[in-house]
């Protein structure tokens, strides 16, 4: 068993949790921001932990749907009352996200995230120790951000965090690397 993180920011029903930026697309700083109230929290996470949790949000959602006698009305798209198109409120990064887990409360029907911070740099060895569990790093923690939403929120929040993750520099069609807005060294293979 884990001891408890000293102070867990916790929103049962928030009323926003979204993934925004701060940043111009190349130099972006990703949030995952809650609020109820006039209570906010901000963590930053990086693009790929964005990318993920909207993914996994969305298996999770869909297989919710497969499940036979399903109780719970999970939508297939994005209800329009839920989109969420507005930029981030203010935002004081509370901590970076190293661990993030995902999972359901059949009770109530939400989808749950719980973030916990990176380890302290002097925490860090020249690699992660084979000995060494994702539950010892909590143990750790000095707070914990844990959000539950109902499942028409969680599929428009990883609907925004998808358009998020995708809305950054573009492309290039040869090779595949960003385009940076200063201009663009194409190392597409020769052949």
Sequence with gaps: MTDVPAHVHEFDWPDR???????????????????????IVS???EKEQSALLAQKIDEILDRLREVEGNRWSVPTSTPVELVDNAPLETVQEQFRAGTIGIGWDPTTAQVIIEAHPLP???????????DSSA????????EMLRVKMPVGTARSFARR?????????????????PIDPEGHTCTFPEF
């Design 17 to 39: 949790v979204v993934i925004g930026t701060v940043g111009r697309p190349g130099a972006r700083t990703f949030y995952l921001q809650a609020r109820t109230g006039a209570q």
């Design 120 to 130: 302290a740099d002097d925490e860090l060895d020249e690699g992660f120790a084979e």
């Design 135 to 142: 539950e010892d790093s909590f143990a750790e923690d000095s």
């Design 43 to 45: 963590i930053a996470l």
């Design 161 to 177: 965090t998808r358009e998020v993750v995708n809305a950054g520099r573009p492309l290039c069609t040869l090779c595949g690397r």
